[in-house]
Each structure stands twice: as C-alpha cells, then as structure tokens.
C-alpha cells in the first residue's frame, strides 16, 4: 500500500474502535507523546498516552447507549515520515443527529513514522460552536430569499416556510395563518411588474440551538414601489432546516393616523 492508503486504514480501524469501545486497537498507533485537543477541557490538551487512554471510557459509554461515530470524509497528505489528515464524522445520537442533520465532527491528526510503520502524535476533534452556525444559516437563508425573490422563485421562497406559519403583514387581515395564506401574499408580491427586491442589510440574528429570532429594516422594492419597513422573524430548526414560524412588519404611524412609507434608515 501506499503512505496514503496506509494511514487510512490505521485512522478507519480507530474509527471503528472509538465506535466499538475497543481501547487496545484505539490506542495501539498512537505514539508515547500523544497530545490530543478534544472537545471537552483539558484546554491545554491530553498529554501522553496514559492520559489519552483514561479520556476513552466515558465516550465508549455514550457510544454504547446508541450514539453513532463514523467517517464522512477524509483527505490524506503523507511525506516519507510525516503526514497529516483531516476528516468529518457524523457524530451524535439519533435524535441529535434528526434534529440537526448537518452537525459533524472535525478531526485532525499529525502522524509520523516510527520503526516503518505509521503512528499518531496529535489529534485535535472539535464541533463548530452551534449558535455561530445557526447564525450563519439563518442570515444564508435570508440571502437565499433575497435572490429568490430578484428571480420570482414562489417554490423557492415556500421552502423556507414552516406548514404552520403565522404572519403579522402590513396590511388587513389581522394575521394570515398556514403556508398556504402566506404563499398568496409572497405571489402577489412577485406579481408585480417588472423587477422586485428585497432586502435586510441591517440583519441582527440572535440565534440558540434550534430557535432564531432576527430583526432590522427590510427595503421592498418594485417599479411603482420603494420602502422600508420593520421586520422581525421567528424560525425554528427541524430535520429539513431552518423554518419561518413568524413574522411581524409594520410601517411607522405618522401623526396624521397614516402609515409612513416614505421613511427610509
């Protein structure tokens, strides 16, 4: 074999051994010095292969109670006696897994060669910070509707909406309930002439686990219209992704009794 395919037989066989619980294949290609940045703290690190092997048992338990742990994908790099990998593992319980399809682990790890023969002397695993990435998706699909309503993509724009969704538009009825009520305010938006735009660019997404709120002025744009008004929206997160559950606009109330629409940041 070679260098490449040698080492992604030693990290697969880990793999399998993390997942397995089986602490002498998982720990036999690890060099003496191995240094191991995991998720949970030490923050300076796993030190040395004693300390390594005491890390493990808590994790086998987790896996033993049904969680899942295995490769994605993984990018080899090897030298004569050095190299270095990186990979991505579906990593988590099944309802973990369901409600957040997306979630991976990162892996990284260091490899020298010792007595011909390929070891480990560093790993670092980590997740993404989860409210940094809700924040991220969130503000992705605000973009996304911004150039699905530039195209008048109705299906598209429907995508990100929850099946019961309530909306607080600018004009009567007092709410409009379900995807279907919403999907005839978005087509008659898109109906109008010409070019339309929309856009948030002020966008503050607060966003926990599998709940965002966000905010800021939205500019609706037509041949015969140019206004600002206040956005805020709901979403939640289910297996398919981020949903819009609600949303409020309004226009200002001028002094006279009359929405202005003529207001702008």
């Known amino acids: 074999m070679t260098n490449e395919e040698e080492i992604r037989t030693l990290i697969e066989r880990w793999a399998g051994a993390a997942h397995s619980g089986d602490l002498e294949v998982l720990v036999e290609d690890h060099t003496a010095d191995i240094v191991m940045f995991d998720?949970?703290?030490?923050?300076?690190?796993?030190?040395?292969?004693?300390?390594?092997?005491?890390?493990?048992?808590?994790?086998?338990?987790?896996?033993?109670?049904?969680?899942?742990?295995?490769?994605?994908?993984?990018?080899?790099?090897?030298?004569?006696?050095?190299?270095?990998?990186?990979?991505?593992?579906?990593?988590?319980?099944?309802?973990?897994?369901?409600?957040?399809?997306?979630?991976?682990?990162?892996?990284?790890?260091?490899?020298?060669?010792?007595?011909?023969?390929?070891?480990?002397?560093?790993?670092?695993?980590?997740?993404p910070i989860e409210h940094l990435a809700?924040?991220?998706?969130?503000?992705?699909?605000?973009?996304?509707?911004?150039?699905?309503?530039?195209?008048?993509?109705?299906?598209?724009?429907?995508?990100?909406?929850?099946?019961?969704?309530?909306?607080?538009?600018h004009g009567e009825p007092l709410q409009y309930v379900g995807k279907p009520a919403v999907r005839e305010v978005c087509k008659a938006g898109l109906d109008s002439p010409g070019k339309v735009g929309l856009a948030t660019p002020d966008l503050t997404v607060l966003a926990r686990e599998d709940l965002a709120v966000t905010w800021g002025m939205t500019h609706v744009t037509t041949e015969t219209a140019d206004s600002w008004s206040r956005a805020t929206r709901i979403f939640q997160r289910d297996a398919d992704g981020w949903k819009l559950v609600h949303q409020h606009l309004s226009f200002p109330m001028g002094s006279a009794g009359q929405s202005r629409t003529d207001l702008k940041p």
């Open 39 to 127: 998720v949970p703290p030490p923050y300076d690190g796993v030190r040395g292969l004693d300390a390594y092997r005491e890390s493990w048992p808590g994790f086998f338990e987790w896996q033993a109670a049904g969680a899942t742990f295995e490769i994605e994908s993984l990018e080899v790099t090897a030298g004569e006696d050095v190299a270095f990998a990186f990979a991505l593992l579906r990593c988590g319980m099944p309802d973990e897994l369901k409600q957040n399809p997306a979630k991976r682990l990162r892996l990284t790890l260091g490899l020298r060669k010792e007595n011909d023969r390929w070891v480990v002397s560093h790993e670092h695993h980590s997740f």
């Open 134 to 169: 809700a924040d991220s998706e969130v503000r992705e699909l605000h973009d996304r509707w911004s150039e699905l309503t530039a195209a008048k993509d109705l299906d598209g724009l429907m995508d990100g909406i929850a099946e019961d969704v309530v909306c607080y538009e």
